[in-house]
């Protein structure tokens, strides 16, 4: 059988690896060609993870498996299933954009921020990926070097602290994931996590690996209130970190709550499921009144994902197959939601090199084509029937609708919030007379950006007019998940 997965991680690595050597600026040229090659091969080899997926199974499809450190049982072990294959995909598809976006804009050390993309891509698949509990540790660790250099290097004014900031905050949630693989090794005598499903645990025991799984996968979705480092990290990013960012690095975390908290500790997370409902609902209410104040447009749409993030974390632990289903939908979603407006306000900033929203005004006069598309993002955004923005919060509104209406009522504010903020926003920076003469020289987008932000539309409107492809993909998977959480472990 084919080797996909491992294509999905190497080729993008190895991609890398040789763009790295074309390091001179006279080789920008030839870096960038390699990259995109490299970039579209990685998109290309994980199509058949889709097209040759059974959607009728729930087990692991398109398993790799070799012994690594066989003295302690560490394996190289891949697979995936209906939770997780969507997400390699994305993942790889957001990849070519961000090389595609980073085309004429990047001018220095072009080899290199295009390596730390292609490298970073391969690490996040291999987390999507690995079944094995250290392997999951090494990539989910290993991927925060790239997006590191890529904010310190190519960031904004303060990158250095931005940078910083990010690392400490999310290594220090890992190190205590740590501690509960190895807890788990020494009850199973196994790393692999489909596994450690099966492991028995007290419930004093659940709370203790509820809680260090919690801490780190909470402050890389980001929950309130660890999500302090994500602002920053947005503001300070260029476009290109930060579309991964907010499309893919989020994602990871609200994955872990589905591989690793769900399954491996049910007990645990139906007791303390009170708690991470409250907190959704102050990250979708709250921080949605944080955005709507911003002045800086990449840290409203920073707040904005905080805020659709906490419908992931409130459709999963309502414990129902639309909940969860829900919650997986708006992750799709929001990578190719969040991704479009970090990609709209990064064509502004190359023309007007400001993020500020008072800095604009009236830009469909000189840019009516990007006006057009930046409309039917800031509609996705906000939710819109149509558009994918709507798909994951109506099933997360609905499963909450049937577990308490005050809940689901509470959940649904929300969608006002996102159209207050979202259109707020886009009326300031695009309606009116034109506000200054760097406005008024602005020139509507070109073809490379036509296409690019043309692609990323047909995903959202397909998504939103046709979400059953996707869906379906999943449904199988959240069964059995399902089933698994249901059997206590005590």
């Given at each position: ?12 690595i ?46 692991m499809?398109f ?73 999951f ?36 949630g ?8 190895i ?40 929950m ?13 990013a ?13 994602k ?57 993030m ?25 990578g190719?939601?969040?991704a479009?407006?970090?990609?709209c ?33 800031a ?20 499963a909450?609708v ?9 959940a ?9 903020y ?17 406005v ?40 059995n ?10």
């Amino acid at each position: 059988m084919t080797p996909y997965l491992s294509l999905a991680i190497w080729v993008p690595i190895v991609a890398g690896v040789v763009v790295l050597g074309f390091s001179r600026d006279r080789d920008a040229g030839f870096a960038r060609w390699v990259a995109l090659i490299g970039a579209v091969a990685g998109f290309l080899v994980t199509i058949p993870l889709y097209l040759y997926f059974d959607t009728t199974t729930s087990a692991m499809q398109f398993v790799e498996y070799a012994n690594w450190i066989p003295r302690f049982d560490i394996h190289y072990h891949l697979g995936v299933d209906g939770i997780s294959v969507l997400f390699v995909l994305l993942n790889s598809f957001v990849t070519v954009l961000v090389v595609w976006a980073g085309w004429e804009v990047i001018t220095m050390r072009v080899a290199q921020y295009m390596a730390a993309f292609l490298i970073m891509s391969g690490l996040m698949n291999a987390v999507f990926a690995a079944l094995d509990g250290i392997l999951f540790y090494l990539v989910f660790e290993a991927m925060l070097i790239p997006m590191y250099l890529i904010i310190g290097a190519w960031g904004g004014p303060n990158r250095v602290y931005a940078a910083l900031k990010f690392f400490l905050y999310t290594i220090f949630g890992s190190l205590l994931m740590l501690v509960a693989l190895i807890y788990l090794y020494s009850v199973s005598e196994s790393f692999e996590i489909l596994e450690w499903y099966k492991v028995p645990l007290e419930m004093s025991t659940q709370i203790l690996l509820w809680v260090a799984f919690f801490l780190a996968f909470a402050v890389k979705v980001p929950m309130w209130p660890v999500h302090t480092w994500l602002p920053d990290a947005h503001v300070e990013a260029p476009t290109g970190g930060s579309v991964v960012l907010a499309a893919i690095t989020l994602k990871i975390g609200a994955y872990g709550f589905v591989r690793f908290i769900l399954p491996i500790v049910p007990d645990a997370s139906r007791y303390l499921s009170g708690f991470v409902i409250t907190l959704s609902l102050i990250a979708i209410v709250y921080i949605g009144f944080v955005a709507i104040v911003q002045a800086d447009m990449k840290k409203l749409v920073a707040y904005s994902s905080i805020s659709h993030m906490g419908f992931v974390t409130l459709g999963f632990f309502l414990f129902s197959q639309l909940g969860i289903e829900g919650g997986l939908a708006q992750m799709l979603s929001h990578g190719f939601v969040s991704a479009a407006m970090f990609l709209c306000i990064g064509v502004m900033y190359d023309r007007v090199h400001s993020r500020q929203i008072d800095a604009y005004g009236g830009v469909v006069n000189t840019m009516p084509k990007f006006a057009a598309f930046m409309m039917l993002f800031a509609m996705a955004n906000a939710g819109l029937p149509g558009t994918s923005g709507f798909v994951g919060e109506f099933l997360v509104i609905l499963a909450s609708v049937k577990v308490n209406f005050w809940l689901g009522f509470a959940a649904a504010i929300s969608l006002i919030l996102g159209a207050a903020y979202t259109l707020w926003m886009y009326k300031r920076v695009i309606f009116g007379e034109v506000a200054n003469e760097n406005v008024a020289k602005m020139r509507d987008i070109g073809s490379r950006e036509f296409w690019l932000l043309g692609v990323v539309a047909l995903a959202v409107l397909t998504m939103g007019v046709w979400p059953k492809p996707f869906i379906d993909v999943m449904h199988a998977s959240v069964a059995n998940l399902l089933t698994v959480v249901s059997q206590s472990k005590l």
